[in-house]
């Protein structure tokens, strides 16, 4: 077995066999000495299979293993796999059990192979809450205004969005409440909306503010935009980029007539053009990065790939730093108009997206698939120090409920009741492993839930699942990473292993699944403020749950 990276974890290792030719045996013999378990402890210990290892097979008996935890990723031979399977469905066993000590070891420097006693969930579990309670980072998603110029059929926010810019005063409280955060190391901005741009000089003045003071207490400063690129002209790219603003997110939605029909102007004008030319400019001027996403559902998903021929068409990866990556189309609100009628099921979905994802590799696009780094999950909205502010001063944990004023925690005006909501407790209180299916899952500690949201304002059988595309891709991802790095060859493909279809990464959530966690969270806080709260009052927000309705 070949270890291509340094053994940290978490980390990514791709293994070759370890009946590949000598040098490579060599090379892993070099790198297994450095590996704090060696043959003659190993030999002694008592050991059981990762409960998050994903084994894949291949045609020709050999199959790639996979362990969400630590991200190693193995190529093991059919002998290999035989001896794993036989290791996998025979419960705990002694390092003795196993005559090939190079193929132990690496499973045990792998973390597909653990003491028997150890307690992986709870490591895990151990894990998210250390990342999630972190107090020395501060999040912040603002919204300079919640208006927009386009006018998406399927936007979670309606169609109807208050047009009132941020003024001076909220700006004011929003600088007040980052000083008040003693001992930050780092502060991490996102400008939302709506569209932020139509809000453009309280980024600037805020940007400016924020900056001078990170700078001067020693606090790293990050921040990126979402943002529709109407109004991201060369001049606007190079101010926000002097502002620290090292990304951009934008959406296009297919070929220019797809797009265009899909992503109107709120006067029915066309956009696809305007937004591609602004994509040229910024990435010719500046060096933000903009990654493009593309909500695929019924109306594009045979129109997207068109699109992705004209990203290259116009050499837009290699004029700047530019990818592209696809998310579904779902109704994750009530306001989540046509996106009820234009979602595709999620199995249809990830079928479509795996030729397209080649495509984009295909084109430059996109780079290999590789495993997240962290929890999937630990967004501003499940994370302590995530907040976001909308333009009014309103303050929620999620940005799919900032257009929602009776989902919010409270207002940046008075920061010290933040926690002390309804609406507060039932973020604070929901965590993935209170839900059985999250808590069975194989990649549980990429994903974290994913979507907290989904979980506590699931509305309906209609209600947009959270399990991540990994959920749904696991083997052909694993797959397609391996590809790229060299070690099999779509030959050694088996369709069936398609996980879609195959499941190896476990059961996926479902709207009976998300009530059951949602009635957890209810329990919860309804223990915590002495009052019992049910569905209907936490889906009709803050004037119902605070008892100040009429």
Known sequence: MLDTAEPTVPAMRDFLPSDAADPHIAAARRTLARLPLHSANAAAGRYRISRYDIPVRLADGASLLFNSRTRSLVLLSAEETATYAGLAAGGPFGGGAVTDTLLLQSLIGGGHVVGETIDELAAVRADYEAARGGTDTLSLTIAPTMACNFACGYCFQGQHKPSKPMTPEVQDAIITFVKAHRGLRSLNIVWYGGEPLMGREAIFRLSDLLIAYCDKHGIAYGASIVSNAWFLTADVAAQLYARRVSQVQITLDGDRETHDAMRPLTSGGRTFDRILDNIEQTLD?????????????????????????????RKLAQRGSFGVYFSPIEASTPESGSAFEERLARAEFNRAVLALEQRARDLGLAGPQTPPGGFMGLCVAAAKGGYVIAGDGDVHKCWETAHDPSKRTGSIFAPETLHQSVNATLWEQWTPFDNAICSACKILPMCGGMCGHRFIYNISDNTALPCPSWKWNTADYLFSRAKDLGVVTQEQWLPEESTVDAMQSGERQSPDSLRSSQAIVLDKVSRLHGRTFDRAMMLAGEAVLEGSAP
Do not use: H, P, Y
């Open 285 to 313: 001027a500046t060096a933000l990065a903009i990654q493009t996403r593309v909500n695929v559902g019924q109306r594009n998903v045979d129109r997207a790939a068109a699109m992705l021929d004209e990203f290259a068409s």
